[in-house]
């Protein structure tokens, strides 16, 4: 009989949790404060006293035997005596009962373990809550019969059995129906078999791969469909798929939706971001302002599992399921999350600092497979998650608006920025290097974030609306998260105003891939899929991949010649020849739009140089409807994807590297041609100039990998949205002389037919 692991914390998660959810006493310290609390607790307690005692006990039924197993924060064996200890930056006074029974019941269960270990008669459980801003204790003592610890150990195992039992019913239902899946189309399209047998070999070895497939050949099915089936011959555990973009998401809803008419049954669940799923949208998460935070974890268990036998969790299945049972649709998909077979969720929950994908895995023992959709994005989501600023007005805002302690903590930390003195500033510079993220800075921080936590107990509603207290409070946290990190790749850098003084503070992450490969570590198989993912060094590296990693180009399922690509070398883009050779790219958009009827989509490189050229196109523009993508900050008065569904004769404005220009699904008559205006380097800035000097100082070429191969990543994107079926043809135009020269010809896509405007072969040249 197979010993199934169980963690101490999961079973009282699982067992032991009741009364509301609160957000006043869930802003936990950070890991490092945690880690310190527990530190200093523990040189206080006399010899013979242990600090973290690993505790086991094994339990069966006859039919099933778990292993239990943890570590006790402290125990003192002459005593009896088993301590838990939490810390905290509220009074403990504060604390609501049910909290106190939840981690009452860890140490009971420590307890159990002890007193059978050892053949004690009885145990004494302390709970500590350590305060880490005056160091004060505060203990809670319960005095229990070995007999009494054993019916509770005995009972919480038992309860939780009768949940696997569950479990495994469907488990067995969902693998007959895997091995019984058959494929959806009636045949693999060209590539897609080879990339389905490669993902399945990678989750079979708990490997790494980097898998580039056109657009268009079904790389959502191809991965998902292996994955799978590799949960069917328990090659892992769970599958875990990471999307980019709404749109990815969508396409993975679907394609599992096409599965599940096909037979599938298998639980899955659909994350979705807190603020588009609240019932309250803007009321703190507790009882006395949400009714669905009241009592959410006394109804829970019935919620829990109506859910994982509704099978499919996505966003209105989940948000129905919350109403029938009056709780929180957020901490819903949280606390079903465990007990799903298939996670569809945003690259935020799997890789950010505070995400809890890799924590809960590695919690559980369990062997999860990461599917990285439009991989390809995943390094600057990552480079923005691992990054944090603060800036000095916020902070100055977020004092007026507070009281008290608050008030005083932001004015200390806005007096910390604004001590720091900047040097070797460069001549009308505006940012200067640290060596590392100021001490001073830090500790301000820390302060305000305990001052916060002392305000969320008294008066939450003041953090929970929006506003500069909730946002100087988000940044100092963040900042906290991300000065723990803190490494060689990674630059501390302070702007300052136009009279020289310290405005801004960042910690820029410069290189992602440190981070994202613990990431990957916590993780059983990673496999990131796009149609961009080259070079495949560089891609591997940025992603935190292994060197052993397998990187596989597929074959494009489609001919040369049903993309015909013109290179327009005539016209340059580059930011000093913009205004003067507007009128020729004008001209040049409004001919090519004369010569190729149906929808066309023309990508610039910012939304400066299309609102330059927008009027002027207008004006030129006969017979056509003119679509323009909205400013940052503008409403757009139509959605693009739905026009383009109904209309035939388009002609849309927008920015590369956009949702329009990445992860949008257009077949047939929906898309007919796109126009890419120019490669779209990113701008000189301290930010490339400091990845071009990292990437360099390593050996490699900077420029390349700070700004080229990013760049031809989104003009591949831009021109994968033409041809999305075997039946469709189309028409783009690259416009600018660097397309015809070798660094960046030998990176757009090898499987288009690319040629001249006057018709002949387009060979690449030499230069930059």
Known sequence: MAEIPVAVRELVAFCHRSGDIDQRFQASPTAADGQRGHRELAARRPAPWEAEVALSHRWTDGRRALLLRGRADGVDRSAALVEEIKTCRVDPARMPAAHSRQHLAQGRLYAAMLAQAEDLPAVTVRLTWYQLDSGEEHTLEQHYEAAELATFLEESLARYAHWLDTLDALAAERDATIAALAFPHRDFRAGQRSAAELVYRCIDRGGQLLLEAPTGIGKTLAVLYPALKALATEKHDKLLFCTARHTGRRAAEQTLARLEEGGLAATRLTLTAKERICFSPGKACRPEACAYARGYYDKLPAARAEGVALRRLDQPALEALARRHALCPYQLALDLLPWCDVIVADQHYAFALAGTLGQLARERGERWSLLIDEAHNLPARARDMYSASLDRGLLRRAGRAARGRLRRALVAADAALGALAPVDLPAGGRVCGLDRPPASVTGALEDVVAAAAALLVDRPEVLAAPGPLKDAWFDALAYLRVGEEWGEDYTCDLHVDEAGEPATLVLNCLDPGRLLAGRHDAGHASVAFSATLAPPSWMGQRLGFRPDAVWHRCPSPFRPAQLAVTLEPAIDTRYAARAASRDALVARLLAWAAEHPGNCLVFFPSHRYLADCREAIAAGLAGRQLWVQPAPGEASAEDLVALLGTERDVLGLCVLGSGYSEGVDLPGDQLRSVVVVGPGLPQLSHDTRALESWFAARGHD?????????????????????????????????????????????????????RLAGGEDAQPSGGR
Do not use: M, S, T
Request: aromatic share 12%; proline share 8%; glycine share 10%.
């Open 702 to 754: 900077g420029f390349a990998c700070a700004c080229l191969y990013p760049a031809l990543q989104r003009v591949n994107q831009a021109l994968g949205r033409v041809i999305r079926g075997e039946a469709d043809r189309g028409a783009a135009l690259l416009i600018d002389p660097r397309f015809l020269r070798a660094p960046y010809r030998g990176l757009l896509a090898p499987h288009w037919d690319y």
